[in-house]
């Protein structure tokens, strides 16, 4: 395997997390503009859910039975298009339709390198390879918040999906030039679509995907509760800058880049315990952050530090819970990847949604998300097998 593959792999996962933060500084600037219509700002971060979590099953299917490249190219080029139809969005309706679009075809840089891991390695190696692929995906989280509030300042809400569009082109380009194919026809999976449907099903009720995709999935439903939360809470709320917001997001996000490189180590140590340990933690910091939240004290620095507790512990969570979920289907991987991406955003998308639905001038409705988000994952942790 090139040393550089598991830096492209990253590069092209970076799609998804960098669509999602590059844009959240500018949730005010985007409302003033086109308005509150249809849910407000927070259903373009629903639709873009909805879009991946759909996106993911047809990926993850079309890159098991055509293999992993065709699929990853034709998506990073429909997220191009798509993203710029974002750029040119009229209305609130239009840029929810064309953010969904751009999931969709985004999915296939979510799924298929996920599978592609698992096309490579398994055990201890591939949560090593899982690991390195987070460092370099895990830069857009930190950088994308901080790169949206510049542009911005510097070009509107409109120069942050030029750029978007600018690295998906990018990313289709490296895609065609670079990526190797890591599926050879002999193991692709030619099947009836019915047949298709019952692999899903033999998949969704194993109970070492189910578990771990359960646990991953509610880590992810606090998360993206925080994320859809957070810019009305730091900048509505407390009045900070949208560039300091980015700056501000960016910082709590470095803790998440040091947990996955730490993770290897700590796996070596105290094996499976690691995501148990981190959800312990994890648990503590969102009920502190809600204690804060529901009482009004505390700050802004009640709310800020233990969501970057809360932050860096899911660095934890999510390598350890995706390598469980697709340690027993190496046969049918982009399948299952795709699977578990799928629950993941659909409930990424509940979060986000119900932030928007719920939202009362205060962080309660985010901290309360936050803490049934961790609740559910510490359960689903508790039901994994072991060993």
Same mark, same amino acid.
């Given at each position: ?13 970076a799609v ?37 979590? *759909?996106?993911? %099953?047809?990926? &993850?299917?079309? /890159?098991? $039975?055509?293999?992993r @490249?065709?699929? +990853?190219?034709? !998506?990073? =080029? ?6 710029i139809g ?16 751009a ?13 592609? *891991?698992?096309? %490579?390695?398994? &055990?201890?190696? /591939?949560? $090593?390879l899982?690991? @390195?692929?987070? +460092?370099?995906? !895990?830069? =857009? ?9 510049v ?11 030029w ?7 990018i ?11 890591? %599926? ?6 030619? $099947? ?8 899903? !099903? ?8 189910l ?10 439903f ?18 900070i ?11 709590s ?20 315990h ?16 809600t ?16 969501a ?7 660095g ?5 819970s ?6 027993r ?58 060993g």
């Amino acid at each position: 395997m090139p040393r550089w593959l598991p830096l492209l792999l990253g590069f092209l996962t970076a799609v998804g997390p960098l669509s999602t933060d590059m844009y959240l500084p500018a949730f005010p600037a985007i409302e003033a503009e086109l308005g509150t219509g249809w849910g407000g700002v927070q259903a373009t971060l629903s639709a873009w859910f909805i879009g991946l979590a *759909v996106g993911q %099953l047809v990926q &993850g299917t079309l /890159a098991d $039975r055509l293999g992993r @490249r065709r699929p +990853l190219i034709i !998506g990073t =080029a429909v997220y191009t298009v798509a993203s710029i139809g974002c750029a040119l969005s009229a209305d609130m309706l239009q840029l929810s339709a064309w953010r969904c679009l751009a999931a969709f075809g985004g999915a296939a840089s979510a799924v298929i390198p996920r599978a592609m *891991v698992r096309d %490579l390695a398994t &055990g201890m190696d /591939a949560a $090593r390879l899982m690991s @390195r692929l987070m +460092l370099v995906m !895990g830069a =857009a989280p930190i950088l994308a918040p901080t790169l949206g509030g510049v542009l911005l300042l510097g070009g509107g809400w409109r120069a942050i999906f030029w750029v978007s569009a600018s690295y998906g082109l990018i990313s289709c380009l490296l895609a065609a030039w670079l990526l190797p194919e890591t %599926l050879p026809p002999e193991r692709r999976l030619r $099947r009836s679509p019915l047949a298709l449907i019952g692999d899903f !099903g033999r998949i969704g009720v194993e109970r070492g995907f189910l578990s771990n995709a359960v646990m991953g999935g509610a880590t992810m439903f606090l998360v993206f509760a925080f994320i859809a939360g957070a810019p009305e809470v730091y900048i509505a709320q407390y009045g900070i800058a949208p560039a300091e917001f980015g700056l501000l997001f960016a910082l709590s996000a470095t803790g998440f880049i040091g947990m996955t490189q730490l993770n290897p180590w700590l796996l070596g140590r105290i094996g499976s315990h690691v995501p148990r340990l981190a959800l312990t933690v994890c648990l503590l910091a969102v009920a502190l952050l809600t204690f804060f939240a529901f009482t009004g004290t505390g700050g802004f620095l009640g709310l800020y530090l233990p969501a970057c507790v809360t932050l860096a512990c899911t660095g934890l969570v999510f390598p350890n819970s995706a390598v469980g979920a697709l340690a027993r289907h190496g046969v049918r991987a982009g399948s299952a990847s795709a699977l578990l991406g799928t629950l993941q955003f659909a409930l990424a998308a509940l979060g986000a949604g119900l932030v928007g639905a719920l939202t009362e001038d205060t962080a309660r409705p985010m901290a309360a998300l936050m803490l049934a988000g961790v609740v559910v994952a510490v359960v689903a942790d508790r039901l994994r097998p072991r060993g």
